[in-house]
């Protein structure tokens, strides 16, 4: 048997595996399109929405509008995280609120050792909640930290009433006014712990139309949806600029506290609210590594969580060429593979395999080989269609799919390149890396200093941040 009949072959079993056995992953169906049809609550919980937000200017204005404008029934409220921006993001926040009380925006402090920069303007949304009257109760893991609302900031309405629910979403995306209550209706009815949704990516120019669908069809070849939202798979995922979770199940989970140095923080959040059992021993080891795998029941009891696709929010975030797409998959993908240069090699071998070769045998082989290779082919153009009509665009341009997985392999080295020269996990000027404290780099701005009264590192936690000091009183605003 020739080696190019072996590499067909071993092609074309991949892609049956593929198409077989992992969940039908390409599909599109697993949406939020019946939203609509699910049954109102007897009762809309109370929720607050947390937006992390360090020089979101051209954005923050367009996010907090769509959510102070949501339809939502129920006590609703808004906390906006200026992470120390130097373009004015916080006060365009407020702007754009024009008075509604809903709206705290929190004046972010500098981040400690061991935290990755969006959980750590997160834990400070979080403690801007529990430092309104009742709104966190008194030992709750979300208030580990003292509260970082600025002075002056007036406090949200609805105070008196706790969220049940808490969204976590970007500075970025825009919401249409139903969906709040089209998250709700669906945590509510399906009993869910989480629900997320994969925002509609900007697709427009050039870079964007030839890369965006294939990222999310990646993603969810990385996380098959229908896992994600089987109880009994092991695969947790979830799509950080929209995730609506119970608030009781991020405090069962521990907070975000003991997932603090998370790069890809959104999959590593579901996999803590999906599987809660193990979380303490998880979080002894890399928070990449304890990411889900399906292939065996999970053990202990585990929560059901939701993730799909929607239209109705939609990312605002532009890529104006190859170089800012490139940037944006390399922050997170070694990390994706625990930072481990054998799961990195395997990772360019099974690209190789299964997106590179079958095109090389196409073109260049003969016989048996070319046509298993063509029919390896064709099966990039079956899995890539739904995403691309999704986006309005070609079934054809799956064909290119070979190159573009040539370039996401790319990105994944670059990724593993950056780390291994202590730059991984870049983002807005700061370099992540594992167990080390924030990395300033060249030409950035110094970070302040946190004001008095503000955090204090009181003990070394395990990996290297700050340990919870005493809970602050409840009802008390900084």
Known sequence: MSPALLLALAAVLAWAVLLGLRGRWWRTDVNDEDAAELPDPADWPAVAAIVPARDEAPTIGATVRSLLAQDYPGPFRLVVVDDRSTDGTGDL???????????IVVTGRARPPGWTGKLWAQQQGLEALA?????????????????????GDPPAADTGTAPEYLLLTDADIRHDRDSLRALVRR?????????????????????????????VLFFGMLYPFRWVNDPAARTAGAAGGCVLLRRDALEASGGLEPMRGAIIDDCTLARRIKHPQGSAERARGSAERARGAEGRP?????????????????????????????????????????????LLLGTVLGLGLVFLAPPLLAIFAEGT??????????????VSTPILLFYGLSPWRGAALPAVAALYLLFTLDSAWAEWRGRGGLWKGEAHRRDAPAALLPGTAPATAAPEGGAAVTAEGEHGGTAPPRLREPGKVA
């Not at 009742?134 to 893991?141: H, K, L, R, Y």
């Open 93 to 103: 926040a407020r702007a754009a609120a024009v008075g509604d009380p809903r709206l």
């Open 131 to 151: 430092a309104t009257p009742g709104a966190v109760a008194a030992g709750d893991p979300l208030a580990a930290t003292p509260s970082a609302v600025a002075a």
């Open 187 to 215: 945590a509510r009815a399906e009993g869910l712990a989480m629900v997320s949704l994969m925002a509609r990516l900007r697709c427009e120019n050039a870079a964007e139309r030839a890369l965006i669908p294939f990222f």
């Open 298 to 342: 999970a053990s202990g009891e585990s929560r059901p969580i939701w993730l799909g696709l929607t239209r109705r929010v939609v990312s605002l975030r532009p890529y104006e060429g190859l170089g800012e797409l490139r940037r944006m998959v390399a922050r997170t993908a070694y990390a994706q593979l625990g930072y481990n240069p054998f």
């Open 369 to 382: 080989p070319r046509w298993l290779g063509v029919a390896a082919w064709l099966a990039m153009v079956k």
